[in-house]
């Protein structure tokens, strides 16, 4: 039975124009002496998933078996990737050895393309140098996205001959005036707006779908400039509000699904307004809702922006608290695809760049290898102070798997970072360390739950720069954040050392990191990051509403450790706001005392005691006349009731 997908895909084929060389390119995937991995990129609609979508048909049509997973919709962890792709080929959830076996027993061929693989860069390293080369050999892959490979593709002796980069062009002039013929436009019309468009593809759909009866006055320019004027005239010829409206309101989030548009436009017909959506031209469907074409929706929303911003943040509030409440019930198979949307409603670059790098990494950061050592210790040995040195070194001839380098284009390391859980590592090493002593006494004197961990970023330097602000820097604070999400839902603390506090002061402070004096000392400085109970995700939420400007449920403000009542701010203790965080993370749930005692106050519950009792007292006596959002469930614990958000306004 053939799938929406496949029916997507051939109607791309009967329709695709130009592109030849690209797709016989592709199609040496299919013969035993052509590429393991193809790369195929190009900047936004420039037209890569519509070719991918034409070879995937191709590739059908001779027997290949073709699995198309969109990284949109994949949580950037090894777990999140292999479920994904467990998934596709109808199997069951295994270890990564496991399911690449499976996945070359789904066909004489297979064809694996992760289609918008630009935010899944996180993963690149651990897909080329453990994944990839465990799979059998008539599994292929196909890599899509914006970006360029990253250097350690084209550097690394092993993938010679195995790996081939695509680059995708515009389309030639007589392709470019065929696809607009195709699509209804005048033979002399399609002559000008193939010269205006520079045949992007993207570009030549928006104006093939503008139904103008007069000229379009456009004069020509790079062809990203030209899908933005593009967008914005197609927003103007839309003549029907309701239409405008929806558009409007897609353009703010990452997908677009019937609740998603509930919340946003309250009194309009979700089914309605998602129809009219998915209309549109430049709108692909997907398991995971209708997806607005990126270049598109980015020239729409800074449109809404520039012309109604109330109306902008509006949406982009009603947007966060959908997500927000379905963040809190959501299982854990589908915790990424909400905090995936609250990172998009995200206008903070720092923290965006870091989970979706939206351009190429010069550098690419893998685990390092012996061979590094000697790198590594001239770089230490350049950098820090001779006594701080020694204890670096130690870590490394001690613990080297805590380390990651980061490598030029010529494979060359050009700088690293030292990074460990430490109940992973020997505790004579932490205790004998200064740095990392003064963080295990931290951790004493303000203990984390069992369940939840810390991380220490020992150090990180340059080979140029040191601990500066760098390319290679950038680089390796990204890797960190793989291991933010690996390490979620039990990552709490990150602590970090740094000699030189100012050049990162402003962003540090802006994403809740805090210096901490106890545990300085040596010249040297230690920030510290607490995630909160409900880790990465839970701090990602905090960001996005202090961004937007909202109180979480306009209850329980985390940041600031305080509820919110009629504008009125009142202060809890730490224990009543561990408990307030758990009941409000799990609004709706009964909740047993031995799991408030476990997460709270790290205790084993033996059925005595009334500690918990005495906690939710005080704070039904803090929450006044709306101290019964707070119930009583007998014979388990308690339950925070949802409250009733129908007549807020946002």
């Not at 009967?14 to 990129?41: I, K």
């Not at 499976?102 to 993963?123: H, N, P, S």
């Not at 500066?468 to 603390?493: F, G, H, I, M, T």
Request: with cysteine; charged share 25%; hydrophobic share 40%.
């Amino acid at each position: 039975m053939s799938r929406v997908r496949d029916l997507l895909d051939r109607q791309v084929a009967e329709s695709f124009v130009g592109r030849t060389e690209e797709l016989c390119s592709l199609r040496e995937l299919l013969t035993d002496e052509g590429p393991v991995v193809a790369h195929l990129h190009g900047i936004a609609g420039i037209g890569k998933s519509r070719l991918l979508g034409a070879f995937a048909h191709s590739a059908r049509a001779e027997g290949a078996t073709v699995v198309r997973l969109d990284c949109r919709g994949i949580e950037p962890t090894e777990a999140g990737f292999l479920s994904e792709l467990a998934m596709a080929n109808g199997g069951t959830l295994g270890s990564a050895e496991e399911i690449a076996a499976r996945l070359g027993r789904v066909g004489a061929k297979v064809i694996v393309a992760l289609d918008t693989y630009e935010v899944f860069r996180l993963m690149d390293t651990w897909l080329r140098q453990v994944f990839l080369p465990m799979v059998p050999d008539n599994v292929r892959f196909v890599l899509c996205g914006r970006e360029a490979p990253v250097t350690a593709w084209l550097s690394d002796p092993g993938w010679h001959g195995l790996f081939r980069s695509i680059r995708l062009e515009s389309l030639e002039q007589r392709d470019a005036a065929e696809l607009l013929s195709r699509a209804g436009v005048a033979i002399e019309d399609a002559q000008y707006l193939a010269g205006i468009c520079h045949g992007h593809p993207l570009a030549l759909t928006l104006a093939a779908s503008m139904r103008r009866s007069e000229p379009i006055a456009l004069t020509a320019g790079m062809a990203q400039r030209v899908v933005e004027e593009f967008s914005r005239l197609f927003l103007t010829d839309i003549t029907d509000p309701q239409t405008r409206r929806a558009l409007e309101a897609a353009s703010v989030v990452r997908r677009v699904t019937l609740p998603i548009l509930g919340a946003m436009l309250p009194d309009a017909s979700p089914q309605d307004a998602q129809e009219r959506i998915r209309m549109l031209p430049f709108v692909q469907p997907d398991r995971d809702g209708l997806h607005i074409h990126d270049a598109v929706r980015e020239a729409i929303a800074a449109t809404l922006r520039a012309d109604n911003p109330q109306q902008y943040h509006s949406y982009r509030r009603s947007a966060y608290r959908y997500f927000m409440t379905e963040l809190r019930g959501a299982p854990s198979s589908d915790l990424w695809r909400y905090t995936a949307d609250l990172l998009y409603l995200l206008e903070n670059q720092l923290v965006r760049e870091a989970f979706f790098p939206s351009s190429g990494q010069e550098y690419s950061v893998e685990p390092a290898r012996i061979e590094d050592g000697q790198a590594i210790v001239d770089t230490i040995d350049r950098h820090e102070p001779s006594v701080t040195a020694a204890y670096l070194k130690r870590w490394w001839r001690e613990a080297p798997e805590t380390f990651a380098v980061a490598r030029d284009r010529n494979g060359s390391v050009a700088g690293f970072y030292c990074v460990f859980d430490p109940n992973s590592v020997p505790g004579r090493l932490c205790g004998e360390d200064p740095v990392t002593r003064a963080w295990l006494n931290h951790l004493d004197g303000q203990p984390l739950p069992r369940q939840q961990r810390a991380l220490f970023l020992r150090r990180w330097l340059s080979v140029q720069d040191g601990e500066a602000p760098s390319p290679v820097q950038a680089a390796c604070w990204v890797d960190v954040k793989r291991k933010y999400l690996e390490l979620r839902p039990n990552l709490r603390r990150v602590y970090l050392t740094l000699r030189d506090l100012d050049p990162y002061a402003a962003a540090a402070t802006k994403l809740g990191f805090r210096v901490l004096a106890e545990a300085g000392g040596d010249g040297y400085h230690t920030a510290m990051l607490d995630f909160g109970p409900s880790s990465v995700d839970g701090w990602l939420a905090r960001l996005v509403a202090a961004e937007l400007g909202v109180e979480e449920d306009g209850l329980l403000d985390c940041a600031a450790r305080e509820l919110v009542l009629n504008g009125r701010r009142i202060g809890l203790t730490k224990l009543e706001f561990g408990v307030m965080e758990y009941l409000h993370r799990r609004a709706g749930e009964a909740v047993p005392r031995s799991s408030l005692l476990a997460s709270v106050w790290e205790q084993s519950y033996d059925g005595g005691g009334n500690v918990v009792d005495v906690v939710v007292r005080g704070l039904r006596k803090k929450l006044g006349e709306k101290a019964s959002l707070i119930q009583t469930v007998h014979g388990v614990g308690y339950r925070l009731r949802r409250e009733d958000t129908s007549t807020k306004t946002s």
